[in-house]
């Protein structure tokens, strides 16, 4: 039920205040930019190109008085979402306006609207009406919260507003009455598959736990489809952005994301929330930054594709033993082996010297290198050693001194006590004397020499260079690996390691060691140290890849999402978050489950939940919102062609009611191939083909394979051929389609030949 209508003319007069406010704010920050600029062209023109403190003064203003303005003019439509009625103890009740962003008058002090992230706004998100607390700076603050009101504000009118508890009985289907808030379901409703967007209105109170948790260390969810764990995830870094705003800036998280397409998906989740400057990327992006390398690279997902349209049976189960096998924690062991091996078998046992003398001896090198500073990667302990050894030089140059000093002294008086004065014995004497005083005079400079050479001398190959060699190297791969790994294994991966080489192409299998490596014996480079990572999709990242991000992050500070659900590379991924935290966090961390699902109807939720279910795993069923829709259609078609007339006409009547996107899902690269070909022979082209080198999410029509729709969503999905023959009873076929069955919001087809797989039965 809504609020009466006294208060919502209130409301109504209460926002026309904050637009009008808002309005005059934004023409005086115009007004004062007009002037900045004008100002900042004129100091240009009168220094040229050389540096001014004034001129970098006044650009830093105009860049923050920009920012605000546009984050202000990025509101000015719905300048809040929310408002919360509190009583602090022994105070009086105040109102509280909750927006995306903080609105306040500098002048008067007005707060007119609360950052979704302030403290406060903590409890309209998970506070109830009655008793309530939340930490603030100062601790904890407890009162009452008396009202929250939530608003349905469009092009600067109120629509609606709903008070909590405003609620609608819902059926389930299942002859049961559910109560479900109104506010969230309009909200979903009008979820589009585009792009997508920012949540701060409909935040729930387990998804607000998750984005307020401390950053402390490790936070791993695993959340159903649908539970907007990637929404979560973001919002988690604009809070944390917000809470540590005079220590973080957004160049200091990072975001790691599958795939270019889910890049592009989430784009403008982070700058509708104000937040720039994060850096997104790929794993394999990170990985061949770092090591310093653009070769071509066979990605995870042509791997997949290999295994889900390839014949070799043999071939499949070897290409999947060996993914396994370099993802694994064993395989970490393995390179850990080997950096202990290349520690002792690539130690120079020689003293440094400087001509007869020893300037620092094999011993005490070898003490720092191997004991003192072995928390140093291989190459930085070389570089700390050479910075020690130079502030030590002039010490140990002095010790040399006298010793050239005293073998002289010794030589000179034997020769008086030999030699009578004499003009042969005084020339023997000055040249003695010469020669300890050229000594004493070069011994500096070649003591920086020598101590320079042996450094130069003692460096390791390029970390690709290594890794080859770990395989190509008889003697290190009989002591590092033979042990270690069944000899065919261990054998098909040194071929295929080869011939990657000899094609001059990197497997994605490999970036992790040749990175790890990198990261082990070069260090890591202060431009990728974050103070926070997230990693979404993380179900499909091997333990030895997660276990390498974290050499990247302060303190294990990470932020892990992913549905083991959905681990369609499940033969290398992670299948267990226990064991993660086990072994790459030695137990430290939190493991959250999301299990609400918002994306989909509950039609659609059940539907895929039957396939969940039949999976290896222990995973609850997704509990639907009570959002009704049409059940999933499942029909049978009688070939390619009736298939492609049945998605027009469906594609055709999503936009008629009004949703923005379709999309055609089919198992195989290959398929999509085909029927995007016969589909657009009587479209005119308007059905767009996804693929890896075309990742554009902008069509309203769209063609993409199983795997590449991790993470997306679309208004409505068309899947092609769900036959028993394409989805049989074996894991990534039940994951694929679990997959595919939780992209669509609002309708959804089921066609196939012959016979319905049995995993919908």
Known sequence: MSIDKEEFKQEEKRLCETQTWLENQISSMNAKNEHLSTKISAVKKEIGFKYNYELET??????????????????????????????????????????????????????????????????????????????????????????????????????????????????????????????????????????????????????????????????????????????????????????????????????????????????????????????????????????????????????????????????????????????????????????????????????IMVYSYSLFTSGEIKDLFLNDISHLPLDGRKDEIKRYFKIKLPDRVSRIHALIEFRYTKKISSIKAEYDDSIERRKILTQLYDERDDKKKTVKKEATKAVTAYFKNWKYDDPIKLYQELFSNKEIFDEVISTKIDAPLAEYMKEKLSQSIGNKLIDSDDLTPMLYLKLKVKGVEEKWKFHHIVLDEAQDYSYFQVSTLTNLSFNNSCTIVGDIGQSIYYFKGINNWKTLLKDVFEGEGTLISLTQSYRSTVEIVKLANKVLVKQDNFLKPAVPVLRHGAEP?????????????????????????????????????????????????????????????????????????????????????????????????????????????????????????????QLLK
């Open 633 to 757: 259609t499942i029909e049978e078609i009688k070939d390619d062609m009736d298939f492609c007339r049945r998605a027009e006409i469906i594609s055709e009547k999503v936009l008629k009611a009004g949703r923005t996107n379709s999309a055609i899902i089919c198992k195989t690269s290959e398929e999509c191939l085909a029927i995007s070909k016969l589909i657009n022979k009587k479209n005119n082209n308007k059905w767009h083909l996804l693929n890896d080198k075309n990742q554009n999410l902008k069509y309203e029509k769209i063609i993409i394979p199983s795997y590449m729709t991790k993470g997306l969503e679309f208004d409505c999905s068309i899947v092609y051929n769900c036959s028993e023959e394409k989805y049989s009873d074996n894991e990534l076929d039940k994951k694929l389609l679990y997959v595919i069955l939780t992209r669509a919001l609002h309708m959804e087809y089921i066609f196939y030949k012959k016979d319905l797989t």
């Open 58 to 351: 006044l650009q830093n203003v105009y860049a923050m008085s920009n920012k605000t303005l546009h984050d202000y003019d990025e509101v000015m439509g719905q300048p809040y979402f929310a408002r919360i009625d509190f009583a602090e103890r022994l105070r009086f009740n105040e109102s509280f306006y909750i927006g995306k962003i903080g609105l306040s008058d500098g002048k008067t002090g007005d707060e007119y609207v609360i950052d979704w992230r302030a403290p406060i706004a903590d409890l309209y998100y998970s506070g109830t009406q009655g008793d309530a607390s939340y930490w603030a700076p100062d601790g904890n603050i407890e009162g009452k919260l008396n009202l929250k009101r939530k608003f349905i504000i469009k092009n600067t009118t109120l629509e609606q507003a709903f008070d909590e508890g405003d609620q609608i009985i819902l059926k389930t289907g299942e002859n049961e009455n559910a109560l479900v808030d109104e506010f969230l379901k309009i909200n979903l409703e009008e979820q589009s598959g585009s792009k997508l967007k920012d949540v701060v209105a409909t935040i729930q109170k387990e998804q607000n736990s998750v984005i307020r948790a401390p950053i402390t260390q490790p936070v791993i969810i695993q959340g159903a489809a649908g539970s907007g764990k990637t929404t979560v995830a973001l919002h988690r870094v604009a809070y944390i952005l917000f809470k540590y705003k005079e220590k973080l800036k957004g160049k200091d998280i990072l975001v790691v994301a599958p795939n270019k397409l889910f890049l592009d998906y989430i784009s403008d989740v982070l700058p509708n929330l104000g937040v720039d400057e994060v850096i997104q990327k790929t794993y394999d992006e990170i990985a061949l930054d770092i090591l310093k390398i653009s070769s071509k690279i066979t990605t995870k997902d042509e791997k997949i594709s290999r295994i889900i349209e390839g014949n070799d049976l043999e071939e499949i189960d070897l290409m999947k033993s060996s993914s396994k096998m370099k993802g694994s924690i064993v395989f970490k062991e393995i390179i850990d082996s080997y950096i202990e091996y290349l520690e002792l078998k690539d130690f120079i046992h020689e003293d």
